[in-house]
């Protein structure tokens, strides 16, 4: 069947984000294993809890704050945390308005409300209002709806609320272990090694395949 939705992920495959400078700003805070903490791959269940919503702004900081010896601001603690998060290259974004012309676009993120005031901010500064509803039908993010990827729930949740058809949907992310769980639920799924590749380089390639696949 050909390809009429994607559902993309959104830190790193769309936005760029550098979780090393992350690791820097909370080292000079006193943290010395961010990276141990959170990264690409894993993170400590603090941040799942962050991203699912069932801690709040407050408890997040504070939770900052027992791994550090030294004090520390809300204004701080939120610096470094919103220090990964970058904005979106023009081509990029050039690229995903071209795109929504040809396919539905979903954008399903795990992320917290700290990055979405941030980014929200980044975007809105550089490329006007409501930036992210122009390009896509619908915005899930999983401390909005309480589950995070790569539970199969949340994929699901995408496929059934649009009444999309998984045979004509593609999920496309930069973490392994959210492909699987997509997967899981039935959709076809490619993983974006952003180490390699940038989304408008590389996702042309994967639509021309399932083009000529269906």
């Known amino acids: 069947m050909a390809v009429r939705n994607i559902i993309l992920d959104f830190g790193g495959v769309i936005i760029d984000v550098d979780y090393l400078q992350a690791a820097e700003s909370f080292r000079k805070l006193g943290i010395s294993d961010f990276e141990v903490l959170y990264s690409r791959k894993s993170q400590a269940s603090f941040f799942d809890d962050f991203e699912t919503g069932k801690l709040s702004n407050r408890q997040f900081r504070e939770h900052v704050r027992t ?3 030294g004090k520390v601001t809300d204004r701080q603690i939120d610096a470094a945390w919103n220090s990964m998060v970058f904005s979106i290259p023009r081509k990029r974004l050039d690229y995903l308005l071209d795109l929504k012309e040809q396919y539905k676009l979903f954008l399903l993120s795990n992320t917290n409300r ?3 005031k941030d ?10 209002k409501h930036l992210l509803n122009r390009i896509f039908e619908k915005l899930y993010f999983s401390c909005s709806i309480g589950i995070r990827k790569p539970d199969p729930l949340i994929f699901q949740m995408v ?3 649009n009444r999309l058809k998984p045979g004509e949907t593609i999920f496309v992310d930069d973490s392994i272990q959210h492909i699987r769980g997509a997967r899981e639920a039935g959709i076809k799924s490619y993983h974006l090694d952003v180490t390699k590749y940038k989304l408008e380089d590389w996702l042309p390639d994967i ?7 269906s």
């Open 67 to 69: 791994l550090l010896t």
């Open 114 to 116: 700290i990055h979405i």
């Open 207 to 213: 639509l021309q395949k399932n083009s000529l696949n």
């Open 159 to 161: 496929i059934s609320e």
């Open 119 to 128: 980014f929200t901010e980044k975007l809105e500064r550089k490329f006007g």
